[in-house]
């Protein structure tokens, strides 16, 4: 069982390097990693719709994979992933991949980020307005259930792993969002730089049968597998403990 006196991260899945906007190279996380006694780290730079200077393109993961793979004799002691931190990029729930573009990573990560290119106004004033014009006033009933909506349209077609930090910008419904990740096995971010955002809704998602996957969301070396924050929100709810996936070993089957 786990609880606080063995409370023990097993494995980063969601951090970021130069490839992207991290300020580390791979073999920086790699060290970062093994200083921090993980089993597991993931790379998840940002995807395909961000401006070209913080993302990963398709030619920047192919360098990435064989700078990975370059490293991994030298440490052998890490499980190393290369996943992707997609973007939803309109009201219908597509993503800045290509259906064949899922086959590059070993997993993938879905969030939404304010530069990332949409298809349309109408898309982008739906996304990301929020992220522009702070003074807006709250989210309506009806704005939260046509947010929710689009969640559950992406999860429903696309097969991802994780969702990241839910409310960054993107307001929507937290329990029926949580209650479609469970349905289809996506697991739902704790995440250490956005833990104010998931404050106000947690103990709505704690009402569904989703699983947490704890992240650091780490640009920086100092970050990776850094969760103390996470585990001092987490005191106060240790009923989450048993559904956290990363607080045991070998226990996340990724979602392709």
């Known amino acids: 069982m786990v609880n606080f006196e063995n409370f023990k991260v097993y494995g980063d899945y969601h951090t970021h390097t130069r490839y992207s906007d991290g300020f580390t190279t791979v073999e920086d996380n790699l060290i970062a990693a093994t200083n921090r006694g993980l089993d597991v780290i993931g790379f998840s730079d940002h995807g395909f719709a961000n401006p070209s200077f913080a993302s990963l393109t398709k030619e920047k993961a192919k360098r990435q994979k064989d700078e990975i793979d370059s490293l991994r004799g030298k440490y052998p002691n890490l499980t190393i992933f290369q996943a992707i931190e997609a973007d939803l990029i309109s009201v219908d729930g597509d993503l800045d991949m290509e259906e064949g573009d899922f086959e590059l990573f070993d997993y993938v990560i879905v969030g939404v980020h304010r530069f990332a290119k949409t298809p349309s106004f109408h898309s982008w004033w739906h996304l990301y307005k929020r992220a522009f014009f702070r003074m807006l006033p709250k989210p309506s ?62 103990e709505d998602v704690l009402k569904t049968d989703v699983k947490f996957i704890l992240s650091s969301d780490g640009h920086r070396k100092k970050e990776i597998g850094n969760f103390d924050k996470i585990k001092d929100f987490l005191k106060k709810y240790p009923e989450a403990l048993e559904r956290i996936v990363n607080l045991k070993p070998d226990e996340i089957k990724f979602n392709k």
């Open 141 to 202: 009933p009806q704005e939260l259930a046509r947010n929710t909506n689009t969640w559950i349209k992406m999860l429903e077609r696309h097969k991802i792993a994780i969702l990241a930090h839910f409310n960054s910008i993107f307001y929507a419904e937290a329990k029926p969002v949580a209650e479609c990740c469970a349905a289809n096995n996506v697991l739902f971010e704790i995440n250490s730089k956005h833990l104010s955002e998931i404050k106000p809704v947690f």
